[in-house]
C-alpha cells in the first residue's frame, strides 16, 4: 500500500491518557485534512472554480457587448462618447489602489500582524466606497440627460449633435435608437460589476470586525486570502470594462 | 511531515513551499498598473485606427495578467492551480470563438 497515507506515530487510542488524546482543532488544519498546505490549497482550488463560473458570467456580457458593437457600430461610438474618460479613468486608479491595500492585508495576516491588517481591509474599504460613489455621479449624470434605456430614454443628442455643441455626425432615427442597446449594455455590465462590489463591502465590514477579533492574525489566513482572489476578480472586471466602455470608441473612424 | 508515512508523496507532491509575497512586490505591481492605466488612457487620444481597440485591449490583458499573477498569487500556486485558472480562460475563449464565428457566418460578406 505505497500510495497509502498513513500516520506512523505510535496508536495509543486504546492507552491514551485523556489530556494527550485531546484534539488541538486549529481552524486552518481541520481533522479532514492531512496537512495545512492541503487545506489551503483545497480552498484556493475551490475559490477559483467559483472564480471560473464568475468568468463564464460576465463573459456572456462581454460577448453581448462585442456582438453588438459591430452589428451598430455607429450608436455605440456616439454613445461611447457620452462617457467621461477622466472620472472612468480615476475610478480605475481607485480601484487598483483597492486591490493593492487588499493584496497587503493578505500580506498582513499571513505575517500575524492584526493592527496592520485591520488597516488595510479599512482602506481597500473606502476606496472601494469612493469607486461606487464616482459611479453614482456618472450614473446621475445619465439620469439627468435621459439616457438610462427605456420610455423616457432621449435621442436627440445623438440625431442632432450640434445642437449640443458635439462634434459628431449626426444619426439616423433608427440607428440612433440603438444608442439604447449601448446604454443597456454600459447599465448591465458596470451594474453588474458595482453589485460585485456591493457584496464585497459587505464582507470586508464582516471580514473586518473578525481581523479586529484577532481571527486571522494566528495562521489562519484563508478567508482573507479567498476574499482577496475575489476582490482582484472584481478589479479585473473593471480592467476591461473601462477600455472597451470608455475608452476604444473615440475615434469614429476605427 | 516526518509523522506522516507517505512514500508516493501524495500530501504535497511539488514539495511546495508556501510562499509570502512581499510588500515591495505588491508596490511594483500597483506603480506598473498605475503606468499602465495611464498609457491606455494616452492612446486613447492618439488616433491609431483599427488599432485602437486592440492596443487598449491588449494594455487590459497585460494588466489583467499581472494581477492575475502577483495580486492573485497563482505564480506561486501549485500546477493545479495554475492549471484551473488556464483552463477557465481557455474555455472561455473556444466559447467565444464559437459563439463569434456562428453569427459572422450567417451574414458571410453582409457586415
Partial sequence: ?254 | MSEFHDPSNVINPEHADHHIITPVTYAIVFGTLLVFTGITVGAAYVDLGILNPIVALAIASFKAVVVILFFMHVKYQSHLIKLTVAAGFFTFLVLITMTMSDYISRAWGLW
Avoid at chain 1, 480605475?92 to 489602489?97: D, N
Avoid at chain 1, 440627460?145 to 435621442?155: C, E, L, N, W, Y
Avoid at chain 1, 459587505?202 to 473586518?208: D, E, P
Avoid at chain 1, 489566513?221 to 472584481?234: K, M, Q, R, T
Fill in chain 1, 1 to 254: 500500500m505505497d500510495n497509502a497515507i498513513v500516520a506512523t506515530h505510535p496508536h495509543t487510542h486504546e492507552t491514551a491518557i485523556a489530556a494527550e488524546h485531546e484534539h488541538v482543532v486549529l481552524p486552518q488544519h481541520r481533522h479532514h485534512f492531512e496537512t495545512q498546505e492541503q487545506q489551503r490549497e483545497a480552498a484556493t482550488f475551490g475559490m477559483w472554480l467559483f472564480l471560473l463560473t464568475e468568468i463564464m458570467f460576465f463573459g456572456g456580457l462581454f460577448f453581448a457587448y462585442l456582438l453588438y458593437r459591430n452589428w451598430y457600430h455607429d450608436a455605440f461610438v456616439v454613445s461611447s462618447n457620452q462617457l467621461s474618460i477622466p472620472l472612468g479613468a480615476a475610478n480605475t486608479a481607485i480601484l487598483i489602489t483597492s486591490g493593492f491595500f487588499m493584496a497587503l492585508g493578505v500580506w498582513a495576516a499571513e505575517v500575524k500582524k492584526q493592527g496592520l491588517l485591520v488597516l488595510f481591509l479599512v482602506l481597500t474599504t473606502v476606496f472601494g466606497v469612493a469607486f461606487l460613489g464616482i459611479k453614482a455621479v456618472e450614473y446621475h449624470e445619465k439620469w439627468e440627460k435621459h439616457h438610462i434605456p427605456g420610455a423616457s430614454f432621449d435621442v436627440s443628442q445623438f440625431t442632432n449633435p450640434q445642437a449640443y455643441g458635439l462634434h459628431e455626425k449626426p444619426l439616423a432615427p433608427d440607428m440612433a435608437q440603438k444608442t439604447q442597446i449601448f446604454f443597456f449594455l454600459y447599465f448591465a455590465m458596470t451594474g453588474m460589476h458595482a453589485f460585485h462590489m456591493v457584496l464585497g463591502i459587505g464582507l470586508l465590514f464582516w471580514l473586518t470586525w473578525r481581523a479586529r477579533r484577532g481571527e486571522f492574525s494566528a495562521g489562519y489566513v484563508a478567508p482573507i486570502e479567498n476574499f482577496g482572489l475575489y476582490w482582484h476578480f472584481v478589479d479585473i472586471v473593471w480592467l476591461f470594462l473601462f477600455p472597451l466602455l470608455y475608452l476604444i470608441n473615440r475615434h469614429p473612424g476605427s
